[in-house]
């Protein structure tokens, strides 16, 4: 990422080599399937789209288009896919919150147990 600070100058370059880049972490996400669970990867995917449209709108806000009410549009755009993003990311941490906490709750128990019998 050390050619990003070259292209300072250069937005619109340095927004489609990122693109280009979560294009690629796509296509190696769904070949691949990294993650364990299902879930996992469909989070991993679902972050990833969410990744590529942010760079998509963030290709608009660069200087090639000089309207500046077409600019706060998209402004609310890319605000409204953060919240999204972190809502979505949020619901799937708190439906893990449960099953983990009754894991730990059985390792206590597990652990008690132990102990009293020694």
């Known amino acids: ?5 070259f292209l300072r100058d250069y937005s619109g ?4 080599s ?3 880049i979560s294009v690629v972490i796509q296509s190696l996400t769904f070949a691949s399937h990294p ?4 879930g996992d990867q469909r989070m991993s995917v679902f972050n990833e789209i969410a990744t590529s449209l942010y760079l998509y709108l963030m290709v608009t806000l660069t200087d090639y288009i000089g309207d500046t ?4 549009e998209i402004g609310w755009c ?3 896919l953060v919240i999204t993003v972190v809502g979505v990311n949020l619901l799937r941490v708190l439906t893990k919150v449960p099953r983990s906490c009754k894991k730990i709750a059985r390792r206590i128990k597990k652990w008690a ?4 019998e020694n």
Do not use: H
């Open 69 to 72: 009410g077409f600019r706060d």
């Open 78 to 80: 890319l605000s409204g």
């Open 113 to 116: 147990s132990r102990r009293q």
């Open 13 to 16: 370059i340095q927004v489609m």
């Open 18 to 20: 990122l693109l280009s």
């Open 35 to 38: 993650m364990k669970s299902t």
């Open 1 to 5: 990422m050390l050619i990003m600070v």
